[in-house]
């Protein structure tokens, strides 16, 4: 199981939405992990945006409003891309959970999961 802990591990505040989202995320990732059923990593849950905007400086993203800032949004490291096969594979599964995902092609050695629509509002999105 996930913990509420991997998805904020520096303890930030969790004002309001904040709190909800994380909620939502912590539900929605763990249903993920009991259908997936193997272990799952997390490399990034709530940031703050000291470290977006660290992130934004060393090229890692481009994402000034990323999801991960308002507790949307997780990353599950995928070095074997496993995960990722198993989502593409499963994309409607991924529907009835409610998360969105960045497509794998995009990321190196992790998965990108949202609660939210991408604007696209497509299921695998380009980042």
Known sequence: MISMKELNP????????????LKI???????LRQAYGK???????????EKQA?????????????????GAACDISDPKKELAKWCLANEEKLKAIGLWCE?????????????????????????
């Open 10 to 21: 520096h303890n930030l505040p969790t004002p309001g939405a904040v709190e909800k989202n």
């Open 25 to 31: 995320l912590f539900d929605r990732m763990n249903e």
């Open 39 to 49: 272990p799952m990593i997390v490399t990034s849950g709530l940031r703050s945006d």
């Open 54 to 70: 660290e992130l934004i400086a060393q090229g890692k993203t481009n994402a000034k409003f990323s999801k991960h800032l308002a």
């Open 103 to 127: 497509h794998p092609d995009y990321t190196s050695n992790w998965m990108h999961f949202q609660i939210m629509p991408p604007m696209s509002g497509k299921r695998f999105f380009i980042p």
